[in-house]
């Protein structure tokens, strides 16, 4: 009978040793996989490169990069892109201010390059015109439709009026119904 008593013990015992072991090993690499995770990001980082020694310039460059449109993502602003074709073009601006040409010479030569799709307020010409009132014409045969379609289902929801023959033949089936339901 101790026999078997210590049997289970070393059995029992054995168990729970590997169970701990188990939850040690798991919090070590735990332990290990956060450490790797945390020292790691810091070998890749990078010291920040100055862009531009004049921060005249560089806030120049921002400001016109602002009112610009990346051709790569189409709904951000060139400042704002990370694309490589954005890198160039603020690039490209950088040293035409760094040549002292004013943001109006700018502007024309990214807009001479690339079109108005370039510029985030492109100018009003009849080529742009669908652009600037599209929204509007849009929204007023929108509410023209709504009104039309809400006018004719007035009309087919409207109560008909009922003869006399009609009248007196409802009458009838409600006293029909109304007797039936009594006896």
């Known amino acids: 009978m101790n026999l078997i008593l210590s049997l289970e013990f070393i059995k029992n015992h054995r168990q729970l040793v590997t169970?701990?072991?188990?939850i040690l090993l798991s919090k070590r690499q735990f332990v290990l996989l956060l450490t790797i995770l945390v020292v790691?990001?810091?070998?890749?980082t990078k010291e920040a490169v100055p862009v531009s020694e004049n921060p005249e310039?560089?806030?120049?460059?921002?400001?016109?990069?602002?009112?610009?449109?990346?051709?790569v993502c189409q709904n951000e602003s060139l400042a704002g892109s990370r694309s490589?074709?954005?890198k160039d073009l603020r690039r490209e601006i950088r040293?035409?201010?760094?040549?002292?040409?004013?943001?109006?010479?700018?502007t024309d030569f990214l807009v001479a390059r690339y079109g108005d799709f370039v510029l985030y307020r492109p100018p009003l010409r009849t080529n742009t015109m669908l652009?600037?009132?599209?929204?509007?014409i849009f929204l007023l045969i929108g509410a023209c439709t709504l009104i039309i379609y809400l006018r004719q289902r007035r009309k087919q929801l409207e109560?008909?009026?009922?003869?006399?023959?009609?009248?007196?033949?409802?009458e009838e089936i409600l006293k029909r119904n109304s007797d039936g339901g009594n006896t």
């Open 19 to 22: 169970t701990w072991l188990r």
């Open 40 to 44: 790691s990001p810091l070998g890749w």
């Open 57 to 71: 310039i560089e806030r120049r460059m921002i400001a016109l990069s602002e009112e610009l449109r990346c051709l």
């Open 84 to 86: 490589d074709f954005a």
């Open 95 to 106: 040293e035409q201010l760094i040549a002292n040409k004013s943001n109006k010479e700018i």
């Open 131 to 136: 652009l600037w009132f599209g929204p509007f």
């Open 159 to 170: 109560e008909v009026a009922l003869s006399e023959e009609q009248i007196e033949k409802a």
